[in-house]
């Protein structure tokens, strides 16, 4: 085991022979082996003492052992039987005396409604790459006391979820993290820092949480019409809203009423425009 506190290639892999680990595609498993990574999540991440972090997908622990030293609290979330069971063993040999600064729940990040100990004020991860985009998008709405989120994706995902209006990677997370938050891109990452080594390479996005936008209607309701304006892109909105709207005069009502000319595609707003439609729709359906 490393005596820096950190994870080294050697030390991962010789971890993972000990518990019989083989890194599943099911669960999306790609192991960071490199220390300076770990270490430029966190710095990027701007964690500090007062920081209750949980981390979701820990893997063999190269995350957490250098979340542990900087932040106050981390609680860590990992479906894996056996390597939610190690992790404690991990930190106890590595770095013994922050042992008591960490929580280990043994469950499905997607279905995690609450979290033992304090409320988490930052999500950092290295997350699978299959779940990304609704692990993001469930914490930030099961966890509203989480102001900063630092994910490492695969870099298409993570170019998705920071794209503006208009451009070509331009979708459905890019406008439902934007309700939540201040989205940016933070850095690519070699696939050369993984084990097993994946065929993409990967992107940091951070996320820092704002206000939504002002709306009389739900998040919910924004969502819906955020989910029907992309479902059938070369559409206008006029028609490509009419199923969600009732009709196409019922969508082209709620587009003027909002300011939007009817011929507009979804990807040309942005989350307060479809906040705007939302809503009027929402008066329009009440009046």
């Given amino acids: ?24 595609k099911t669960w999306g498993q790609n192991f960071v082996i490199d220390a300076n990574t770990v270490q430029r ?24 052992l250098a979340l542990l030293p900087v932040a106050r609290h981390v ?21 013994p005396d922050l ?8 469950a499905d990040a ?3 409604e609450e979290l033992p100990g304090e409320a988490p004020t930052a999500l950092v991860a290295n997350l699978p790459y299959n779940v990304s985009v609704p692990v993001v998008l469930s914490f930030l709405e099961r966890f509203p006391t989480i102001e900063r989120i630092l994910v490492m994706v695969q870099l298409e995902v993570a170019e ?28 690519n990452v070699s696939r050369s820092v993984f ?25 919910e309701q924004v969502f819906a019409c955020v989910d029907a304006a ?30 939007i000319d009817p011929r507009t595609r979804g990807e040309q707003l942005d989350v307060h425009q479809f906040a705007a439609i939302a809503s009027a729709h929402h008066a329009a359906a009440r009046a």
């Fill in 160 to 187: 998705r979820l920071a794209a503006a209006p208009g451009s070509k990677t331009y979708g459905v997370p890019s406008v439902k993290a934007a309700w939540y938050a201040d989205v940016a891109l933070a850095g």
């Fill in 230 to 259: 992309f479902a059938q892109r070369r559409k206008t909105l006029r028609a490509a809203l009419a199923p969600w709207a009732g009709s196409a005069q019922a969508a082209e009502d709620a587009l003027v009423a909002a300011g």
């Fill in 99 to 106: 042992a008591d600064r960490l929580d280990v729940v043994h």
């Fill in 110 to 112: 997607l279905r995690v």
């Fill in 75 to 95: 609680t860590v979330v990992e479906v894996d039987p056996v390597l939610a069971e190690a992790l404690p063993e991990t930190v106890d040999t590595v770095a």
């Fill in 41 to 64: 999540i966190v710095r990027v991440a701007g964690i500090g003492a007062e920081d209750v972090v949980v981390e979701v997908g820990p893997g063999l622990g190269s995350l957490t």
């Fill in 1 to 24: 085991m490393s005596t820096s506190g950190l994870l080294g290639a050697a030390q991962i892999r010789e971890l993972a022979a000990r518990l019989g680990i083989r890194p599943t």
């Fill in 195 to 219: 084990w097993p080594v994946p065929n993409v390479d990967s992107g940091l996005v951070s996320l820092t949480r704002r206000e939504p936008p002002q709306t009389s209607a739900t998040r």
